[in-house]
């Protein structure tokens, strides 16, 4: 280890920054966040005498110990967030393309039909998604429900409980495409239709009159291995007839789901590859743009996919959509002069006139004021331009092509990757606040059971708490609702107890029918049960686990880990690494086995920041990890675990760990801090090597809960801020104290506050009244001298 320590000016503060070189210079810039406000991305680090700019760990090096930090926004709030390329390499780009267009004129020629035959049967195929009959049974295939609650959920893990129509209709999208992935299914080579196994193919084949009613133009025949029987495989292009099939490769795929994306009413274009392929685009209200959809890959608003992952060698790529054709080859490119190169079907001059004749014919009858299209159009070219020559972002790293087997794959050289990841994360604001809550409600729950019943009881009134939930989850999640029998022992020994753990999950109970039904409800939110749910579930099969291994179930066994409180919550995280976007860093912070943090090159090494919300500090007395759901090479095996007490500043050992083992998939690990009595609000930890290192790249974990002592302290005076008294492992004194809304104690504070004064206003008026009595009764017995004396 090698410490530095760094005067960082910025503005007109300076900062002391103890640096320690083995961290990294990530860390180093979330320090300078931490210190300054200033984004890790938005970071301009400066040092010298002549002021150069500081990019790595070698730069920092060779400087003195004074550093200067601005902010890109501050510095240059024009540039906003693009990086351009140097002058020197825009220059040789924009030479590759004087030449590109140059060698066009005279080896491409002028006839543009080639490329309008190319075009126009699609023309013809996007006005089948405006049919109301193909809409409409498009939609009845859906699950709308259920994804408007995926969609609500998903905002709702980004701290959005209330958000706007477009934002809902933006995510609303994205689980569609989810969706539509886990639903299709891509087609190699179809299964026997006698037998199931597995076929060969044997050419081409004529199409009869059912396969050409939904425009089949070809079938491809194949002959199975084992009972040599032909299976037809018709390339339909009707939508209707896939909404039936669910089955095709990029073609049915794109088209499939284009119609559904039009059926709810989003801005669609089919985009045409000419170098084969098809995908999907749809106009985002909340981006303000239109947004890559690859319904294939699962992937979107990543246009650089096919350049970048799966090494295309891209030529014209072209929207076709109700209401024009447009050529969007430049959102899908960073190397435009190599595109130009290869774009011979017609010259540069005449493809904006074809493209534009053939919207004209588009528009023709359409309803919507033209103007309102134009200018769109423009907006979109300028969007275009802008970004054509914008830097790579070479933090993220885009997978080969995933779809289709991988010897045909190979044959398009379309291999690459495995994921979509990346090596420079945002900071990301954790909403766990359910979490914490849901952990603390089971403290009064596990107490009352202690005292009611024996160790098969409490894990029967346990598994009878899970069928109730089952049922509530079942019922829609804008009404969830349940009755149950009051004669139940849950319901006569237990709901007190349990009324906690209803309001952590958003519910309430009513007693029905003169007190012989209990009904179980949404209490307000219905997003905010449907967030808790999957929590709690996962929490239950965690308790009943603990509850078994117990030798006995007595009151001095009911401690951690079997209860958890004082779980750390509600903060912002920074990681070296993370998965897109299912394995992002937050993942490990949200209560349940359905996700992970995965960090793709994480098995040498990884680290995670998490930084508490305001200015709260806590003492760890305790942390919990769970393995993830599969691949037990990418667990953690050993890891640091350091504090902060200035933000970032400088750090200590609160726990190291080595050679540890996970034995099973969701598997919680549970350790005791060693350092005891350092108060932080920053914390780090180091994941130093994962079970199998050599066979492997990759990092994952499930889940990590951070749980602080009895004592919380708080950098300034904050009225927000939870002075516990209690022991974590004291679930008695928990379970008795009031939980107070965020939402709603600066309010009460001022309510009592004035309460209190009014109340110390009667009381003066009584004692004035009381010592009036008092000396009045004294003077009447002529005493109050003595009293003086």
């Not at 991305?41 to 150069?52: A, F, H, M, N, S």
């Not at 359409?366 to 790579?392: G, V």
């Not at 990890?625 to 750090?651: C, K, L, Q, T, Y």
């Not at 001022?750 to 009584?766: C, G, H, P, T, Y």
Request: glycine letters at 6%; hydrophobic letters at 35%; a negative charge.
């Amino acid at each position: 280890m090698v410490a530095r320590k760094f005067l960082v000016h910025h503005q007109d503060s300076n900062f002391d920054v103890d640096y320690d070189t083995e961290d990294g210079f990530e860390v180093f810039k979330f320090q300078l966040f931490s210190l300054t406000a200033v984004p890790p991305d938005e970071q301009k680090i400066l040092g010298g005498d002549d002021d150069r700019v500081i990019s790595d760990d070698s730069d920092l090096i060779a400087i003195s110990d004074k550093l200067r930090l601005v902010s890109i926004k501050d510095e240059n709030p024009q540039l906003g967030s693009e990086i351009v390329k140097s002058d020197e390499e825009l220059a040789r780009m924009l030479q590759a393309e004087e030449e590109a267009l140059m060698f066009q004129q005279f080896a491409v020629s002028q006839d543009s039909r080639q490329f309008e035959q190319r075009i126009r049967p699609y023309v013809d195929q996007v006005l089948l998604y405006e049919d109301s009959r193909r809409q409409e049974a498009a939609r009845k295939t859906v699950p709308v429900e259920k994804l408007e609650e995926k969609a609500l959920v998903a905002l709702a893990k980004e701290g959005n409980f209330k958000p706007s129509k477009s934002e809902l209709d933006h995510a609303f999208l994205l689980q569609l495409l989810f969706w539509f992935k886990q639903t299709f299914k891509w087609v190699n080579s179809p299964p026997c239709e006698s037998c199931g196994n597995e076929t060969v193919n044997q050419g081409m084949g004529a199409p009869n009159s059912s396969e050409t009613a939904y425009g089949a133009s070809r079938v491809e025949l194949y002959r199975c291995s084992s009972c040599s029987r032909i299976t037809r495989f018709p390339r339909y292009n009707d939508p209707i007839k896939l909404l039936e099939t669910k089955k095709g490769r990029c073609g049915e795929w794109a088209n499939c789901f284009s119609l559904y994306c039009r059926s709810f009413g989003y801005e669609t274009r089919l985009i045409l590859d000419f170098t084969d392929h098809v995908w999907t685009e749809c106009y985002s209200m909340v981006l303000g743009r239109w947004m890559h959809l690859d319904p294939c890959e699962g992937i979107y608003d990543t246009p650089l996919l096919y350049e970048k992952g799966w090494n295309k060698k891209l030529n014209y790529t072209i929207a076709i959509s109700r209401d024009g054709v447009y050529d969007v080859t430049k959102r899908y490119t960073r190397k435009w002069h190599e595109v130009l190169s290869r774009r011979n079907l017609i010259t540069e001059s005449s493809l904006p006139n074809v493209l534009k004749n053939i919207t004209r014919e588009c528009r023709k009858n359409m309803k919507i004021t033209i103007s309102t299209l134009d200018e769109r159009d423009q907006n979109e070219a300028k969007e275009l331009e802008k970004n054509l020559h914008s830097q790579e972002n070479d933090t993220i790293s885009l997978p080969g092509r995933l779809s289709g087997d991988k010897e045909w794959r190979t044959l398009r050289s379309e291999l690459g990757s495995t994921s979509l990841s990346s090596s420079s994360c945002p900071i990301r604001k954790i909403t766990d606040d359910h979490v914490s809550k849901i952990y603390d409600a089971f403290s009064p729950f596990i107490s009352r059971l202690v005292e009611l019943s024996s160790k098969h009881k409490a894990i029967e009134a346990l598994c009878f708490v899970r069928g109730v939930l089952v049922d509530l989850k079942k019922s829609s999640f804008k009404r969830r609702r349940v009755v149950i029998d009051s004669n139940e022992f849950f319901i006569r020994e237990l709901l007190p107890s349990f009324e906690m753990m209803l309001d952590a999950l958003s519910l309430k109970s009513n007693v029905e029918e003169n007190g012989r039904k209990v009904e179980i409800c949404l209490r307000d939110d219905p997003v905010r049960t449907s967030i808790a749910l999957p929590v709690v579930f996962h929490a239950l099969d965690d308790v009943v686990y603990n509850i078994k291994k117990c030798d006995e179930f007595i009151k001095s066994s009911v401690s951690w880990p079997l209860v958890k409180v004082n779980r750390i919550c509600c903060g912002s995280v920074l990681a070296s690494g993370e998965e897109l976007p299912f394995g992002i860093a937050t993942s490990a912070f949200d209560g349940t086995r359905l996700s992970k943090w995965e960090e793709p090159n994480g098995a040498k090494g990884c680290w995670l920041i998490y930084k508490a919300k305001d200015a709260e500090v806590y003492e760890l007395c305790s942390y919990e990890f769970m393995s993830a759901n599969d691949a037990p090479e990418r667990d953690p095996r050993d890891w640091v675990i350091e504090g902060s007490d200035d933000g970032g500043g400088s750090w200590r050992i609160l726990d190291e760990q080595t050679s540890q083992m996970f034995d099973n998939r969701f598997q919680r690990k549970a350790y005791k801090v060693k350092l005891q009595g350092f108060f932080t609000n920053v914390f780090r930890l180091r994941f130093l090597a994962v079970r199998d290192g050599q066979t492997n790249s990759r990092f994952q974990i499930g889940s990590i809960d951070l749980f602080a002592s009895g004592n919380v302290k708080c950098l300034v005076q904050n009225p927000y801020c939870d002075f516990r008294e209690a022991d974590p492992t004291d679930y008695e004194l928990l379970a008795m104290k009031t939980q107070v809304e965020p939402e709603q104690t600066k309010a009460d504070m001022q309510a009592q506050s004035a309460e209190l004064k009014a109340r110390i206003d009667v009381m003066k008026r009584i004692m004035m009244v009381v010592l009036v009595l008092v000396v009045g009764m004294a003077v009447g017995f002529g005493v109050i001298g003595v009293g003086w004396m």
